[in-house]
């Protein structure tokens, strides 16, 4: 049903001290959303991994904070099997073990291809958490695919069933170009989500990602069809990054990277042209950067 619905959006939760947990709870969320890193485990040990998971829940802001909110949770590289690792790296099935043993998604991937995506509706806007690690394949490969084909025929199927009014596809690697990795090195697989999107006529359409550090808020451009918003929400802890002032295939509208952030995405569907806002919110609860999205501008 139409409403307004209060998400908010993290990833690179490194540090043994984690404030800003804190500092969503204040917010008041209706649900979590985890983009990747969501611990730094960097090991394909399945004791090692479980260590790492039960660490992670007993830091108290954190703790406090799922006690009582929905979670749903993509990974990335550093709480799958390490830094920059693909579906070459060893230990995939016991990083996916570990995740499944600690997150409570609704699905992962597939019978017949196992990872970690999955869709999940929450009111009146659809989630598409993606799985762009288990399946990569190395960026010098031939022709590189960033997932498997049976997962982008599964989105497909997915954006075409949905009814919802706004379609937020969640993935641990950017986008947009310009990061140290991003869906731009797979131009096979940006491409055919993109063509898809624009050759299908799908609305509604807003980017989430991580991984990078830092927190910005760009539109994606694409010739023929209406850019595309990325969210991109990091760190939660883990303060390592620079604000570029310009990004090569994007529109960038906010950049933060002074320290701990997550993003809130407040989306209320009940009016006559729907609205997205994305905040991005440091470790005090001070706005700094906000990207409204009309949902007639997503069509």
């Not at 730094?40 to 830091?59: C, I, K, M, Q």
Request: glycine share 10%; with cysteine; charged share 20%.
């Amino acid at each position: 049903a139409a409403g307004a619905l209060r998400i908010a959006l993290g990833s690179c939760a490194r540090d043994d001290a984690q404030p800003i947990f804190g500092t969503v709870a204040a917010q008041r969320p209706d649900l979590f959303v985890w983009v990747g890193d969501n611990h730094y485990g960097n090991t394909g040990d399945l004791g090692s991994l479980w260590w790492f998971y039960r660490r992670a829940l007993e830091v108290p802001e954190r703790r406090a904070l799922l006690a009582g909110l929905s979670g749903l949770a993509v990974w990335d590289d550093h709480d799958y099997v390490g830094n920059n690792t693909d579906r070459t790296s060893p230990g995939g099935a016991q990083a996916l073990r570990a995740f499944a043993d600690y997150q409570p998604n609704g699905a992962y991937g597939q019978p017949s291809d196992e990872g970690v995506y999955f869709r999940a509706r929450w009111g009146d806007v659809d989630l598409f958490m993606l799985d762009v690690r288990h399946r990569r394949d190395p960026p010098t490969s031939p022709n590189p695919r960033i997932y498997s084909d049976a997962q982008a025929s599964w989105l497909e199927g997915e954006l075409l069933r949905s009814t919802a009014t706004f379609r937020l596809i969640a993935s641990g690697t950017n986008f947009s170009a310009g990061a140290g990795e991003s869906w731009a090195q797979y131009p096979a697989s940006r491409g055919r989500l993109f063509d898809f999107l624009a050759a299908n006529r799908i609305g509604g359409v807003v980017l989430l990602s991580g991984d990078i550090h830092r927190s910005h808020l760009r539109r994606i451009r694409r010739t023929g069809a209406y850019d595309l918003p990325e969210v991109v929400s990091s760190p939660l802890a883990n303060t390592t990054s620079t604000c570029p002032t310009t990004a090569p295939d994007a529109t960038q509208v906010a950049c933060f990277n002074a320290g701990a952030s997550f993003v809130m995405l407040e989306v209320d569907t009940r009016a006559s042209d729907p609205r997205l806002v994305a905040r991005i919110v440091d470790v005090a609860g001070t706005e700094r950067g906000r990207m409204e999205v009309l949902r007639s501008s997503l069509r």
